[in-house]
């Protein structure tokens, strides 16, 4: 699978993803991570088994300094600012961010378009010279 973007940034995008389910769950969750391929895009998925993500909070996940729990942030040294850096580092490599969450499983799954692959001409442009 191949996608254009920028690697450092597409790191940064599962690299942030993975500590936020390592810092906002309880000890003993287990956090999966899973690339694969659509048709269309390249799928990065991070899947924990928390608690999940307060219904109040979904609306505004993605938005600067949004916080699920502010104490416990002051003990990780959270910003409240990784999803929103990750939804942008997203939007500009003309992705999509989802996440899904009840209690139990939350899942993000960003999707980043793939490189299309080179079509071959179905038939030869050479012309031969007839004498």
């Given amino acids: 699978m191949t996608v254009v973007g920028d690697a450092g940034r597409l790191h940064q995008v599962a690299a942030n993803l993975i500590a936020n389910a390592r810092n906002h769950t309880p000890e003993g969750t287990t956090v999966t991570v899973s690339v694969s391929t659509e048709p269309d895009a ?21 938005s600067r300094f949004a916080r699920g729990d502010a104490s416990r942030a002051r003990q990780t040294g959270g910003t409240g600012l990784g999803l929103a850096i990750v939804k942008a580092i997203v939007d500009g490599h003309r992705g999509t961010i989802e996440v ?12 980043i378009p793939l490189v299309p692959r080179a079509r071959k001409p179905l038939l030869s442009s050479r012309r031969t010279r007839r004498s």
């Fill in 42 to 62: 390249g799928v990065l998925r991070v899947h924990d088994d928390g608690p999940g993500i307060d219904p109040a909070l979904r609306g505004e996940l993605f």
């Fill in 100 to 111: 899904e969450s009840e209690p139990g499983s939350t899942t993000f799954t960003v999707r």
